[in-house]
C-alpha cells in the first residue's frame, strides 16, 4: 500500500487536490491521507510520499501523473524546496505533515505541551513567560500581549473571556484560516492557556462568514478536545464556541467585533474602558487575534527566552507573511522578523510574475500605506514600518505591477472605508464617501485645482478625528498613491500640467 499525502486546506482545494482525490480514490493499494497545507500555493496541488530520507513531493500534479509518482520517478525532498527550506518555521512547523483533526498527529508533534506547562505554573508565571518572549499581539496594534493579560487577571469579575478574533478580512492574509483549517487544536490550546492564566471560564471564536470550512473544522476539534477532557480545569469546565460573524470588516476592530458577538450591530466602542477591563457583557476580556494565540503554545512549551531570541529588539519571534499578488510564487513564509521587504519578494515570492515590472506593494491590508520600488529596503518589524509610517498589519503583502492604475487603486480603498465604515463618527462616516467622490471626478477627468489638496486635508483630519483604524488609516493608501504616483492623479484634473 502506497501513502500519499494530499492537503485538504481551501487553497490547495482551489488549485485541485480535490481533483486528484476524486480521480484516485479507487486506485489499488493507494491511500490517501488528507493533510494541512505547507503554504506553498504555487506548488499546489502537491502530492507527497514517504521514503526513509523523508518525503518526496510532486508538484502542479494532475491527475495522469500518478503512474510516475508510484514508480518514483521524479520528485523532490521536502526539504530541499527552497521556499521552504529558507523559512524558520515555527507556528507552522507542522503544516502540511498532519492531519487537522487528529489528535494525535498533534501531539506527535509536541501539541498541548503549553498548556500542560501553563497548567503547572502559578497564572502570573505564566504572564512572566509572555512577557520574556516579547510577544505582541498579531492582529495590527502590535500591543505588549502579558499586559493585556495581567490586566484582566487583576480585575476582578464573577466572570472572565478569552475571545479569539478570527474575522481575518485583509486583502491578501489567509495565515489564520490556515491556523484555523489546519492546526485547529493549536488555536484552541493558546486560548485554553490564556484562559488559565487570566481565570476564564467562556471562550468564543468569532470567525468571518467566508470561511464556512474553518468555522466546521473547529466545531469538530472542539468537540474532539472536549471529549478528550481539555476543557476540564481548577474551577469546573471552559466552554468554547465558534460564533460565525455576519461579513462586515469593521468586525475585526475588537470592540465592534464584541457588540456583535452580544447580537449587536458591530459599532466600535470608544476606549477606554479596555475589553481587558470591561469587554464582553461587561467582564474582563482577552481579545486576540488567532495568530496570537496560536503563537502562544511554543512559548510556553520552548521558553520565552527562546522566542525573544528570535526576530528583532523590538518585535521579537517570527511572522509568517503572506506573499501574494504579481509574484511568481504566491503562498505563506514564516520567518523571524527583520528581512527587508525586498528580500521577502525576491526570495520567497521569486521575484515579479513572467513579463510583469514592480509599481507599488501594498503590506497590512486595505488600510496599509503603498510603497513604490524604493520602499523595498524597509525592514519587516513594527517599528521600521510605524517609522515609514506604514502598518504591518496581519503581514499580508500584495505586490502591484506597472499596468496597475493607481488612481482606481486609490478610489477602491476609499470605496471599501465608506462600505464598511460603522457610521458612528463623522471623519470616518462622511470623509470616505467625500474622498471616494473626489476620487471619481479626478478619475473622470473632471477634477478641480485644489482637489489634490483637498484630499490631503480631508486625510489629516480622518487620521487625527476618527475613533478607530479603519477611518484613521483610510487615507494612507489614498495619500501614498498620491505622494508616489502623483503624475496619474494630476492627468485628471482639469487645467494640470502633467509629466508623462
Ligand atoms: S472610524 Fe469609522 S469604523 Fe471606526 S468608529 Fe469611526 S465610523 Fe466607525
Not at 23 to 34: F, G, K, L, N
Not at 434 to 445: C, D, K, P, S
Request: charged share 25%; glycine share 14%; proline share 5%.
Amino acid at each position: 500500500m502506497t501513502r500519499l499525502y494530499i492537503s485538504n486546506d481551501t487553497s490547495a482545494v482551489a488549485a485541485g487536490a480535490d481533483r486528484l482525490v476524486r480521480a484516485w480514490t479507487r486506485e489499488p493499494d493507494i491511500e490517501i491521507v488528507r493533510t494541512s497545507s505547507r503554504g506553498a500555493f504555487f506548488l499546489e496541488p502537491m502530492v507527497e510520499r514517504d521514503t526513509k530520507d523523508g518525503r518526496i513531493a510532486w508538484c502542479n500534479v494532475q491527475p495522469h501523473d500518478l503512474p510516475g509518482i508510484l514508480a518514483g520517478e521524479g520528485g523532490t525532498p521536502v526539504d530541499r524546496i527552497p521556499f521552504l527550506a529558507q523559512q524558520t518555521r515555527v507556528t507552522f512547523a507542522s503544516f502540511g505533515v498532519t492531519r487537522p483533526l487528529s489528535f494525535d498527529d498533534y501531539v506527535a508533534h509536541g501539541g498541548w505541551k503549553g498548556l500542560e506547562r501553563a497548567r503547572a505554573l502559578p497564572p502570573d508565571a505564566v504572564i512572566r513567560e509572555l512577557k520574556v518572549s516579547g510577544l505582541r499581539g498579531r492582529g495590527g496594534a502590535a500591543f505588549p500581549v502579558w499586559n493585556k493579560w495581567l490586566v484582566a487577571k487583576d480585575t476582578p469579575a464573577d466572570r472572565k473571556y478569552v475571545v479569539a478574533n478570527a474575522d481575518e478580512g485583509d486583502a491578501g492574509t489567509y495565515c489564520d484560516r490556515m491556523v484555523m483549517e489546519g492546526e485547529p487544536f493549536r488555536l484552541i490550546e493558546g486560548m485554553l492557556i490564556c484562559a488559565r492564566a487570566i481565570g476564564a471560564d467562556r471562550g468564543y471564536i468569532y470567525c468571518r462568514q467566508e470561511y464556512p470550512t474553518a468555522a466546521r473544522v473547529l466545531r469538530e476539534a472542539i468537540r474532539e478536545a472536549e471529549l478528550r477532557g481539555l476543557f476540564a480545569h481548577d474551577h469546573g469546565r471552559f466552554h468554547l464556541e465558534v460564533f460565525v460573524g455576519a461579513g462586515s470588516y469593521v468586525c475585526g476592530e475588537e470592540t465592534a467585533l464584541l457588540d456583535s458577538l452580544e447580537g449587536g450591530r458591530g459599532v466600535v466602542r470608544a476606549k477606554p474602558p479596555y475589553p481587558a477591563v470591561s469587554g464582553l457583557h461587561g467582564k474582563p476580556t482577552i481579545v486576540s487575534n488567532v495568530l496570537t494565540f496560536a503563537t502562544v503554545p511554543s512559548i510556553l512549551a520552548r521558553g520565552g527566552e527562546w522566542h525573544a531570541s528570535l526576530g528583532t529588539e523590538r518585535s521579537r519571534g517570527t511572522i509568517p507573511l503572506q506573499i501574494g499578488g504579481r509574484v511568481k510564487q504566491p503562498g505563506l513564509a514564516e520567518i523571524p522578523f527583520g528581512a527587508t521587504l525586498g528580500e521577502v519578494i525576491e526570495r520567497f515570492g521569486g521575484g515579479m510574475a513572467a513579463g510583469a515590472r514592480l509599481k507599488a506593494v501594498q503590506v497590512g491590508g486595505p488600510l496599509g500605506s503603498l510603497f513604490p520600488a524604493s520602499g523595498l529596503g524597509i525592514r519587516i518589524c513594527y517599528d521600521a514600518f510605524a517609522e515609514a509610517g506604514a502598518i504591518l498589519g496581519h503581514g499580508g503583502i500584495v505586490v502591484y505591477d506597472d499596468e496597475t492604475d493607481m488612481v482606481e487603486l486609490a478610489r477602491h480603498f476609499m470605496a471599501f472605508t465608506a462600505d464598511e465604515s460603522c457610521g458612528k463618527c463623522t471623519p470616518c462616516r462622511i470623509g470616505s464617501v467625500r474622498g471616494r467622490e473626489i476620487l471619481e471626478r479626478i478619475q473622470a477627468g473632471r477634477g478641480g485645482q485644489g482637489d489634490l489638496d483637498l484630499l490631503a486635508d480631508l486625510g489629516e483630519t480622518m487620521k487625527t478625528a476618527s475613533l478607530c483604524a479603519l477611518g484613521g488609516r483610510a487615507p494612507y493608501p489614498v495619500l501614498t498613491a498620491i505622494e508616489h504616483f502623483g503624475t496619474e492623479f494630476r492627468r485628471g484634473v482639469r487645467g494640470e500640467r502633467h509629466e508623462e
